[in-house]
């Protein structure tokens, strides 16, 4: 088999010395790769380096062919068309200045033999969904997941050979993961995608699992693989019960020996009291205990030592992939209480059902879909007091409301995310800060790491750490998917501790599986024609 990316003996690591990959070796070939892995085992890094984003400390990377890359947050100029997104703005330019009668050679140099640009552009915005976007809309004006659509729409536009995703999903409404699972199926060339979408995992034709700085490889989508990690972790354990009862075996036998040789010393110390026989062959025969009982003793011990050192080995066989444990506090708020009153709010063609006043009262649990573009994300930052449409007012009846935005732009990248948490919390002892942060994984010198430095599923948990451990404690979360850039294990263990919140939550999200995990209690629909209204349970 060739292979399309080749990773020899690559080692990097961050500015702080914070090691990421050492001496990883990993190969891509032909075909869709779903690139797994928990949060911080260098995963968006890989890509990255393979994209020439970064240069390695040492060892090489070869790409047969051109690479086309998004990265989980593309970097944008809110001033920038959707033409310039799509990579096609100067040519568009000078094919409409060539229109205007100026026939420069510089205008056809940049238009080439791309005449047609302007329809292939506008047939991959419909193929993905976007048919409504003109090419002139300034990027300021769309939502997190049409940007990401329109980002893949320019690299499916460009088709390079190598093809490099990192989240792909994220932000992105139920009918654009469609769009997007179709044309990752039916894309021809080679495919790495990093992400925790089930669905789109199951597309793929590899998993390639990055794991404590080595890459194992299984030809198959992610079903198939899970069900071989669920056969190696059965015999993992059988391995770690044969060895635990080897190793009490062994100490018993080690007790039991030394109660036999307890027994002997007794009973020759006896014989020496009584003289019974000659001094001499007394003597020799203490000799001769004292080096059988030593012979003895080192034996099982050596096999005790063996037994532990065998189930130190079966228990590392076991995955035990690290999971953030979220131990919130006590943000209890009672049934009756009133936590958020939304008035004036309108729709442009309003029907029967759209609602004008939003009240939430109580522990509800709100979960808001809706298409992208919707202005879910829009209503969310009203409800958090950042940008408040004229018209609408917003109140908020409980303290400590926490707002937890999609792109993880609440932290001081020049900080520590020991520094980050300590600005929510100015009051709050410093180790008591360590302390919950142990709980969001990030123990002893990981705390020290600056924000800057972290990868997407780490600053999440610095994120919701912050938000979490802030003064006063949270009893309204605002949460705009929340799931995007978590590993599978921690966006698991995160609808776990929601679940276990006593506070109020308004979730906006598109993943039905991990909404229908925290217990919602209340369904909301945002259209950007009709308004916001009450809708069936996904």
């Known amino acids: 088999m060739s292979f399309a990316i080749v990773c020899s003996d690559v080692s990097f690591a961050w500015s702080d010395g914070t090691v990421v990959l050492d001496g990883l070796d990993a190969s891509f070939g032909t075909g869709r790769t779903g690139l797994i892995g928990v949060n911080g085992s260098g995963k968006s890094t890989l890509l990255k380096l393979v994209a020439g984003e970064l240069a390695p400390g040492s060892g090489t990377i070869s790409v047969a062919g051109e690479i086309g890359y998004l990265p989980q947050n593309l970097p944008l100029g809110t001033a920038r068309t959707v033409a310039d997104l799509l990579g096609i703005g100067a040519a568009r330019a000078a094919l409409h200045a060539i229109e205007r009668g100026e026939a420069t050679e510089a205008n056809f140099t940049a238009v080439g033999d791309d005449w047609d640009v302007e329809e292939r552009a506008r047939a991959e915005l419909d193929r993905l969904g976007l048919d409504r976007l003109g090419l002139d809309r300034t990027v300021g004006t769309l939502s997190g997941g049409e940007t990401v659509m329109v980002g893949l729409a320019a690299l499916f536009l460009a088709r390079p050979g190598v093809l490099l995703l990192d989240e792909p999903t994220n932000n992105l409404d139920l009918d654009a993961r469609r769009r997007l699972h179709e044309a990752v199926a039916a894309w021809p060339g080679v495919l790495v995608v990093v992400s925790h979408d089930r669905e789109l995992l199951d597309l793929v034709d590899e998993i390639a699992d990055l794991r404590d700085g080595a890459v194992r490889s299984f030809g198959g989508n992610l079903s198939g693989y899970e069900e071989l990690l669920e056969v190696e972790r059965e015999a993992a354990e059988r391995t770690v019960r044969a060895a635990e009862t080897d190793l009490r075996k062994q100490k018993r036998e080690l007790e039991e020996a030394q109660i036999k040789l307890a027994r002997r010393a007794r009973y020759g110390k006896k014989m020496n009291e009584q003289k019974r026989e000659p001094k001499i062959v007394m003597g020799l025969r203490k000799r001769q205990a004292q080096v059988s009982a030593g012979k003895h003793r080192i034996m099982h011990e ?237």
């Open 302 to 538: 050596d096999r005790l030592a063996d037994a532990r050192d065998r189930l130190t080995d079966a228990e590392g066989a076991v995955r035990d992939d690290a999971e953030i444990k979220v131990a919130l506090p006590s943000t209890e708020v009672p049934a009756g209480r009133t936590v958020l009153t939304v008035t004036g709010l309108t729709a442009p063609e309003p029907v029967p059902a759209t609602l004008s006043e939003l009240i939430v009262r109580g522990p509800e649990r709100i979960a808001l879909t809706g298409p992208n573009g919707s202005g879910k994300t829009t209503l969310l930052r009203a409800l958090a007091g950042e940008r408040t449409p004229e018209g609408v007012s917003v109140k908020i009846g409980v303290e400590g409301a926490r707002y937890l935005p999609q792109r993880l732009d609440v932290l001081d990248d020049d900080l520590s995310v020991v520094g980050n948490v300590r600005a929510f919390a100015p009051s709050a002892p410093v180790s008591a800060v360590r302390a919950g942060l142990a709980r969001f994984l990030f123990r002893g010198a990981r705390a020290d790491r600056l924000a800057g430095s972290l990868s997407g599923g780490e600053r999440f948990r610095a994120v919701l750490a912050s938000l979490l451990l802030a003064e006063p404690a949270p009893r309204l979360l605002l949460l705009d998917e929340p799931t995007n850039n978590l590993d599978m294990a921690s966006a698991r263990q995160l609808a776990q501790a929601l679940d276990a919140y006593r506070g109020a939550l308004i979730v906006v999200s598109h993943d039905v599986p991990f909404l229908r995990t925290i217990g919602i209690t209340r369904w909301l629909r945002l259209d950007r024609e009709t308004g916001l209204a009450e809708s069936d349970p996904l």
